[in-house]
Structure formats: C-alpha cells, structure tokens
C-alpha cells in the first residue's frame, strides 16, 4: 500500500519514519520544511489542489495525519491558522482519501474533553467540551472528516513525548539537572503517551484495514483513543524523568495549575478509556513508567 505521512518531521511523524522500515508499505513523508538528512516531500495540506495531485500522482491509498497547529496557548490570538490546520485540513484530507475510495487516520487530542468535571476515563461516545481554541478546533477537524463521509481512524491521543524535537519529557530533564527547586502542576491528571506506541497501534490499523475486503467501506470506521496504560499528573511525571534521570538534587513540589496563569484552562481530568481500541485491534499497551524507560534509555538520559 502506498502511505502518506503529513507532519512527518514532527514527534509522531518521525516514529513514523521508524515504524515504516519494518514493512513492506511505500511510504511518502511530507512536511512544509526539509530538515538535513530527513527524506521529506514539501506539502502544503490546506492546499486541496496540492493533495489531490500528490493522492493521484503517487497512488496513495491512505493518509496518516500526524500534523497539527498545537501551541495551545498561543492558539488563542492565532486563531486563523490554528483553524485552518486543525479544522479546515482535516477535511481536504478526507475529501482526497474518499475521491481515490482511501482510509484517512487522523491524530486528535485529549483537548477536546475538559470543560466538564470528569473523574473517570474519557470514551469515544463521551460528549466533547473543548474550552480553547485549540480543543475547538480539533474537534471541529473530528467532525469535519465525519460529515465527508470517507473511511477513516480518528485517534484521540495525549501528553506525547519522544525522543524527538521539543517535549514534556526533554524539558523536565533539563529542568530537574539545573534548577534547585521547582514547582510542578498536580491537580491535571492524565496519561503521558509514548509517540512510538502511538506509531505501533497506527501500524496495526494500517496492517487491518490492508487485510479488509473494504469495497463497501472499512468496518472499523470511527473515532479511537489511545496513550499508555496507567493515570498520573504532571508532578508524578516529573518526579518518575528526574528519577529515571538521577536529578535527585532538585526539589520538586506540587502546585495547582492557577499558579501558572495561562490563558486556556486545561483539563483537569482527561484519562482516555482505551477498552474500544484494544479490543478492536488486538492490542496490548504498556505502562507509561515502562515506556518512559525505553524511551529515555533511547535518549542515553537514563541513569
């Protein structure tokens, strides 16, 4: 199958890189810069002519989007281009992968949960309260992709971190090695995510629908959720990186999330119930903490 990969220089779209070399798929990563030593097609996704040509030209029978606008805060004064990579991409996306009859796999937030008091594991049929510009225009992509009405795999995620670009988990590193003290939020609660494991679970979608006589459509349409396994907030991870780092010198306290002004109020509650995804693609997720390791040990960060 030929496969195209937007956002392909980003956290998810890099484990993506990895994950390709162990099939036997025809992958096209595309991006809107070039980075030295990364193979990477220039593509413009809110350009519909650009897509439908590179869906045509290359024969492409599915579309993993792995990019999005994601500066949260900073989404609420950016509000056009946010919409227009969260909301109106989405749906050109969908629009190429059903002219060529296609799967599109889409990569959504646990933002788009949060403006209800929630105190057990977010489903996919669960009522959606985004209360940022960013949650509101992911789920305003969800459904966008719906109503055009091609096959496709929403994927809600959370709290991903890599070994790649900027992230939660290399910021805390960093902090926990050189400041004395510091303050970390404990009443948002949810579940860090492992990019590559999210990259597994996308590999086994991609491996099922290859299998499915699909001409009447792919029977496992629908929305998903996926991180790893478990529930923290944002103090029990940085206090489990500092460990695994060997930052024991730093100080680490809980404080609550108005200690940080921000202009978006975050969830505080937004562990997503995985039962749908495990069951339909017989999957076994690991533990956060377990991941955490692989993936600092990967980074040479682990003590």
């Not at 991006?31 to 990364?38: A, K, P, R, T, Y």
């Not at 050109?92 to 008091?117: C, N, Q, R, W």
């Not at 789920?139 to 992230?167: H, M, P």
């Not at 004395?180 to 948002?188: A, C, E, G, H, I």
Request: proline share 4%; aromatic share 8%; glycine share 8%.
């Amino acid at each position: 199958m030929n496969i195209l990969v937007t956002g392909a220089n980003g956290q998810l779209g890099n484990e993506m890189r990895i994950v390709s070399k162990e099939t036997a798929d025809n992958y096209t990563f595309t991006d809107v810069v070039e980075i030295d030593g990364l193979e990477t097609t220039i593509l413009d996704m809110t350009d519909a002519n650009a897509v439908k040509n590179i869906v045509t030209g290359k024969n492409i029978g599915c579309i993993v989007n792995c990019a999005a606008y994601t500066n949260v805060d900073k989404a609420e004064t950016d509000v056009a281009l946010c919409h227009k990579l969260n909301a109106d991409a989405p749906k050109i996306l969908a629009e190429a992968m059903k002219e060529v009859s296609g799967l599109l796999i889409h990569i959504s937030t646990d933002y788009v949960f949060g403006g209800d008091p929630y105190n057990t594991p977010c489903r996919e049929d669960q009522k959606g309260t985004p209360t940022g510009v960013y949650g509101k225009t992911k789920q305003e992509g969800e459904k966008n992709i719906e109503a055009v009405g091609c096959d496709y795999v929403i994927i809600r995620t959370a709290w991903l971190y890599s070994e790649f670009g900027k992230n939660f988990v290399k910021t805390m590193i960093n902090l926990t090695a050189t400041k004395p003290k510091l303050n970390v939020v404990f009443d948002q609660a949810g579940t860090p995510t492992y990019a590559y494991d999210l990259s597994l679970a996308i590999k086994a979608v991609l491996e099922d629908y290859a299998e499915e006589n699909h001409k009447l459509g792919y029977s496992k349409t629908g929305i998903y959720h996926f991180s790893n396994e478990g529930v923290c907030s944002w103090y029990d991870f940085t206090k489990k990186i500092a460990e695994l780092a060997g930052n024991t010198n730093c100080d680490i306290q809980p404080c609550h999330s108005d200690e940080f002004p921000s202009p978006v109020t975050r969830p505080a509650y937004s562990v997503l119930d995985k039962t749908k995804i495990k069951q339909t693609f017989g999957l076994e997720i690991p533990y956060w903490t377990d991941s955490l390791k692989v993936c600092m040990r990967n980074m040479g960060a682990m003590k």
